[in-house]
């Protein structure tokens, strides 16, 4: 593991999904997902995420429409709440689940919707 990418990633990791999600993740790590956390952290979060081609805003759009399609409920719940910290607004997560629902389904968007509305309100974003 390059330490450097490592820490590089955690620094970004913390700063789009925040601190209490990511010491959550990393408290409850064991010697068998240990190996996972270090590999996402240096890979996604310091190599992709670090890459100076696409601002944290832009990313975000990306990877909520991305994971709304995979209906990854538990990760667009994260990324609803990093996409906030990296200055999307709740409006522009809106037309990103409708251009979901037209492209990959409408339950796609409508699972996604649900998750949104929650952690918008979560948030006090709605």
Known sequence: ?????YEKGLKIRRETLGEDYVNKALA???D???????LVTTY???EIWGREGLDRKTRSTIN???ISALNRPHELA????GAI???VTPDEIKEILLQVGIYCG??????SFRIARTVLGEMNEI
């Open 1 to 5: 593991m390059d330490n450097a990418t």
């Open 28 to 30: 409850n790590v064991d």
């Open 32 to 38: 068998f997902g240990k190996d996972l956390q270090e």
């Open 44 to 46: 996604c979060w310091g």
């Open 64 to 66: 909520l429409a991305m």
């Open 78 to 81: 994260a990324h609803i709440r």
């Open 85 to 87: 910290n990296n200055g």
């Open 106 to 111: 409408v339950p796609a968007m409508v699972d």
